[in-house]
């Protein structure tokens, strides 16, 4: 066994090793993200990758080397490792079948459906967060960007237990509500896709028609009823407009 611990074979273990810890890593992070978020994933570990480029270099050469040695060799490391490649050559299945699947998709037509479904879902998580929060509150809290924002002092547990179980079981991904009153609507995340975000608004009023016309001017907004607006957001460097519109406008006036 003794003559089997060379530097070679320790170094054949080693990226082997790292090679596996990183493709579990990129799996364990990509669980549950939809397309975009998955791509903003993939730039940072290909940042990071750029970073130790020579180190990245040098273990996958070796592993490289490692695979092609126990496809030839049979000895008992050999065998072992070749456990390992094979894995690995699994793991990076695994990976690319998370970035290639189906995109979770959105439009206008799925944001009234989904608001004739989950309507007073919405609702009652806005009332029951309200009462979780003090007076004078705002909150905003994202799931996929891990972002909560609160001007007081709310526990972790309240939050868990609170807010983001209701968000959970109605299926969307995060909330922005105030308790100034100053707003006078409640902004929920819905979907994130290659395109962008598209979100909901719940407005504590019913809004005018003279309302409703002004808000149906801008690219971005479709007035589904006088209490809820789908919006949709892009980055700033693309052209921000919510596709579909005048279609989903024109087949709504028709029935």
């Not at 237990?161 to 209701?166: K, M, Q």
Request: with cysteine.
């Amino acid at each position: 066994m003794c003559k089997e611990i060379t530097p070679m074979r320790i170094t054949r273990f080693a990226s082997v090793i790292v090679v596996t810890a990183v493709l579990l890593l990129m799996i364990i992070v990509c669980i549950g993200l939809d397309e975009w978020q998955m791509l903003e994933k993939f730039v940072l570990f290909g940042f990071i990758f750029i970073q130790y480029l020579f180190f990245v270099l040098a273990v996958v050469g070796f592993w490289i080397y490692s695979f092609i040695k126990s496809m030839k060799k049979h000895t008992s490391t050999d065998k072992v490792l070749l456990y390992f490649h094979v894995s690995d050559l699994l793991l990076l299945g695994v990976l690319i079948w998370q970035f290639n699947r189906p995109a979770l998709d959105c439009n206008a037509d799925i944001m009234a459906e989904y608001c004739d479904t989950n309507g007073k879902e919405m609702r009652s998580v806005v009332n029951e967060t309200r009462k979780l929060l003090p007076d004078s509150t705002l909150l905003v809290l994202r799931f996929d960007h891990t972002d909560i924002r609160t001007n007081t002092d709310l526990s972790d547990e309240e939050l868990k237990n609170g807010i983001v179980c209701a968000l959970d079981k109605i299926g969307c991904k995060g909330i922005e509500i105030d308790n100034y009153g100053k707003l006078g609507f409640t902004t929920f995340w819905f979907r994130c896709t290659i395109d962008g975000e598209y979100l909901f608004r719940l407005y504590d009023k019913p809004l005018t028609c003279k309302q409703q016309d002004s808000l149906n001017t801008d690219e971005r907004q479709i007035v589904y009823n006088d209490s809820i607006l789908f919006l949709f957001r892009t980055s700033p460097a693309r052209s921000c407009y919510f596709v579909g519109k005048e279609e989903f406008i024109r087949k709504r006036e028709i029935h």
